[in-house]
């Protein structure tokens, strides 16, 4: 961005009032400034028609729209695309999944981050920097395919509540009726179960994504630090106390590694864990990354264990791996010279 002016995307109501007063316009303007931001998306504030010249002039004094372009782009034989994104020095990942159904962009919330699972290639890079709400819009509005997305997944590079107040505030923005008006139906917030979600279960009525992927505490210590801080137990106690059964979802990714959590005793206790809990069981496939000792379970051992569970009353499913040739898929963002496709086992 240039200079030092502030970005004006990622500002919510309240702040374009602290904007139109600071450059001593009318409040009301501050609804015409997100209705230019959010509604028609415009990319300089000389296209804000309805405000004065002279006040677009004030404006610009101090303020920019606050859009960068992504640098850099690579298409999977599946039509998934990545998109790079330059920032703070670094760079984050960005990845548009398209569907029959809906088209989905996946965002992220850090450049890097601090969890350090040991199946994530971000959590390989460690953590530069946190995103702002001006960053997490940004990956959804300038890419080529913005106009035609109908969900979001903050599934991306990052930890989304070890940036909660952002996370936050880009929630707002995506559900207000001033900002883009969508409803948290079409939103999915993932996390490791950070520190930020009870917040986000208080005030956000977003769909929530738990990475489960073991129900044991040694066992999940071993390959998610943050166990440690966040115990699955205190999660899944947390979670019990909200209601899902309505428009709301609650979902628990697991992915499978061959010998370590995908046999019948383990299906045994998700299904003990999760009890009473509306939810469903994602399982997904892993995607090795180099220096990690942990392999992928065969697709026959999926099935099998999707089936197990949905004998003990659990909604389970496979998750279909999306861009896994352009390293887009789950686990593999920001891991650009990973080896190419990796094709399960039977």
Request: glycine share 8%; hydrophobic share 35%.
């Amino acid at each position: 961005m240039a200079g030092t002016k502030l970005p004006l995307l990622g500002m919510t109501l309240a702040e374009l009032r602290q904007v139109a007063a600071q450059s001593k316009l009318p409040s009301y303007t501050a609804s015409q400034i997100a209705d230019w931001l959010y509604k028609k998306r415009v990319v300089s504030i000389d296209e804000m028609t309805n405000i004065s010249a002279a006040g677009r002039a004030s404006l610009q004094e101090q303020f920019e729209i606050g859009r960068t372009e992504p640098s850099s782009s690579r298409k999977s034989v599946d039509g998934t695309v990545k998109y790079t994104f330059p920032v703070s020095g670094s760079y984050i990942e960005t990845v548009y999944i398209p569907a029959s159904d809906r088209n989905t962009v996946c965002l992220s919330s850090q450049v890097g981050c601090k969890m350090s699972c040991l199946f994530c290639m971000t959590g390989k890079l460690g953590f530069t920097a946190n995103l702002t709400a001006n960053g997490m819009l940004n990956q959804l509005m300038s890419i080529p395919e913005a106009d035609g997305i109908t969900n979001a997944v903050f599934m991306g590079m990052g930890e989304p509540f070890d940036n909660t107040a952002e996370v936050m505030k880009t929630l707002d923005i995506l559900t207000s009726s001033y900002g883009f008006g969508w409803s948290p139906k079409r939103i999915t917030v993932s996390t490791v179960g950070a520190k930020g979600l009870k917040r986000f279960l208080d005030e956000s009525s977003c769909n929530l994504a738990i990475s489960l992927h073991s129900t044991h505490h040694d066992d999940r210590f071993s390959i998610m630090p943050c166990e440690k801080a966040f115990p699955i137990q205190q999660i899944i106690s947390l979670i019990g106390k909200y209601d899902f059964s309505h428009q709301r979802r609650v979902s628990f990714e697991y992915i499978l590694f061959r010998g370590f959590n995908d046999s019948p005793r383990h299906a045994s206790s998700i299904a003990l864990l999760l009890k009473g809990i509306h939810c469903r069981v994602n399982l997904i496939n892993y995607h090795p990354i180099p220096d990690t000792p942990l392999e992928p379970s065969s697709l026959e051992r999926m099935e099998s264990f999707r089936d197990m569970l949905g004998r003990q009353g659990i909604t389970c499913t496979i998750r279909t791996s999306r861009g896994e040739d352009i390293q887009a898929a789950c686990g593999m963002l920001g891991g650009n010279n990973l080896p190419t496709k990796h094709t399960l086992k039977p």
